[in-house]
């Protein structure tokens, strides 16, 4: 483990001084095994053995640990154990054979606005109800962190991915790199209650457990562009609605963003900068695809 700490700082740019900020060892079956233990109404036991006398760890099969048995999840050979305020943890770790990747199913694009978290191009809408939620709950609160956060993968886990083979993302990477003092400070404190990071590393998870490819792409004009004609104009956009000044089309502006990033996603580029002008405004997505 420590290797792997200095070993770190060396393929990072601008190395410092490794810091051990989490008291956590993973170990593998050479120091323990896990047996069936039929006393005092316990399931199975873990037994940490590694030459100084054994411990016997008791526990029992749990709903939330039979949800991943059913799905063909088994226990791995390693386990994490680890220490906190709250006294000594013990993690078993699941694993499971990576699906290929999908070939055939359609593409969506996910665009993360600002009062909804997540709304999808083929009309999906997550989380809508929580911005009532936050301005309840206060303001840097971290019981109203947590309510949150519970209450948004809750809803995250209703997203339908059933013949999806490739959800379009928004690469918000570098997003506010270079605007520092830029966005009010209330603004950011509400887009914190939307954990930007960690709902990319729930879908990266499930995706790769369902075998659904995710793509980046930059979110260049993606907010200002119709959907409907391809025209871009700054005009469209007036908060929550979106309307075209060239063509009429009407739509919620998050879904308007969602349709603009299928679109990348189906025409394989990154950025509607790279492409012609005409093209971006030829470009229909009212029924097929065909162009792609």
């Given at each position: 483990?420590?290797?792997?700490?200095?070993?770190?700082?060396?393929?990072n740019?601008h190395?410092?001084?490794?810091?051990?900020?989490?008291?956590?060892?993973?170990?593998?079956?050479?120091?323990?095994?896990?047996?069936?233990?039929?006393?005092n109404g316990?399931?199975?036991?873990?037994?940490?053995?590694?030459?100084?006398?054994?411990?016997?760890?008791?526990f029992?099969?749990?709903?939330?640990?039979n949800?991943?048995?059913?799905?063909?999840?088994?226990?791995?050979?390693?386990?994490?154990?680890?220490?906190s305020?709250?006294?000594?943890?013990?993690?078993?770790?699941?694993?499971?054979?990576?699906?290929?990747?999908?070939?055939?199913?359609?593409?969506?694009g996910?665009?993360r606005?600002?009062?909804?978290?997540?709304?999808?191009s083929?009309?999906?809408?997550?989380?809508?109800?929580?911005?009532?939620?936050?301005?309840?709950?206060?303001?840097?609160?971290?019981?109203?962190h947590?309510?949150i956060?519970?209450?948004?993968?809750?809803?995250?886990?209703?997203?339908?991915?059933?013949?999806?083979?490739?959800?379009?993302?928004?690469?918000?990477?570098?997003?506010?790199?270079?605007k520092?003092?830029t966005?009010?400070?209330?603004?950011?404190?509400?887009?914190?209650?939307?954990?930007?990071?960690?709902?990319?590393?729930?879908?990266?998870?499930?995706?790769?457990?369902?075998?659904?490819?995710?793509?980046?792409?930059s979110?260049y004009?993606?907010?200002?562009?119709c959907?409907?004609?391809g025209?871009?104009?700054?005009?469209?956009?007036?908060g929550?609605?979106?309307?075209?000044?060239?063509?009429?089309?009407?739509?919620?502006?998050?879904?308007?963003?969602?349709?603009?990033?299928?679109?990348?996603?189906?025409a394989?580029?990154?950025s509607?900068?790279?492409?012609?002008?005409?093209?971006?405004?030829d470009?229909?997505?009212?029924e097929?695809?065909?162009?792609?």
């Open positions: 483990q420590a290797k792997e700490t200095v070993r770190s700082q060396h393929k740019p190395p410092r001084m490794p810091k051990v900020h989490n008291k956590t060892v993973s170990l593998d079956s050479r120091f323990f095994r896990i047996e069936k233990f039929a006393k316990f399931d199975m036991c873990l037994i940490l053995c590694s030459g100084l006398p054994s411990i016997v760890v008791p029992n099969w749990t709903k939330h640990t949800k991943f048995r059913a799905k063909g999840w088994t226990l791995g050979s390693s386990i994490r154990i680890g220490l305020e709250k006294g000594l943890w013990i993690e078993l770790i699941f694993e499971k054979a990576r699906p290929e990747l999908r070939t055939e199913g359609k593409v969506i996910v665009d606005g600002f009062n909804k978290p997540i709304v999808t083929d009309g999906q809408v997550i989380g809508s109800d929580l911005k009532d939620q936050i301005k309840k709950q206060g303001k840097r609160k971290k019981t109203s947590h309510h956060k519970t209450e948004l993968f809750n809803r995250l886990k209703r997203l339908k991915l059933e013949g999806v083979k490739t959800l379009v993302l928004e690469d918000l990477r570098n997003i506010k790199r270079g520092r003092g966005f009010p400070r209330r603004l950011n404190r509400f887009l914190s209650f939307w954990l930007t990071a960690r709902v990319v590393s729930w879908l990266e998870q499930r995706c790769e457990e369902l075998g659904i490819r995710i793509v980046y792409v979110a004009k993606t907010s200002q562009r959907s409907h004609c025209k871009i104009d700054r005009k469209n956009r007036r929550e609605r979106f309307k075209c000044v060239h063509c009429g089309y009407e739509a919620d502006a998050d879904y308007n963003a969602s349709r603009n990033l299928e679109y990348l996603g189906l394989g580029v990154y509607l900068r790279v492409l012609k002008t005409s093209d971006v405004e470009f229909s997505l009212k097929d695809f065909s162009l792609c």
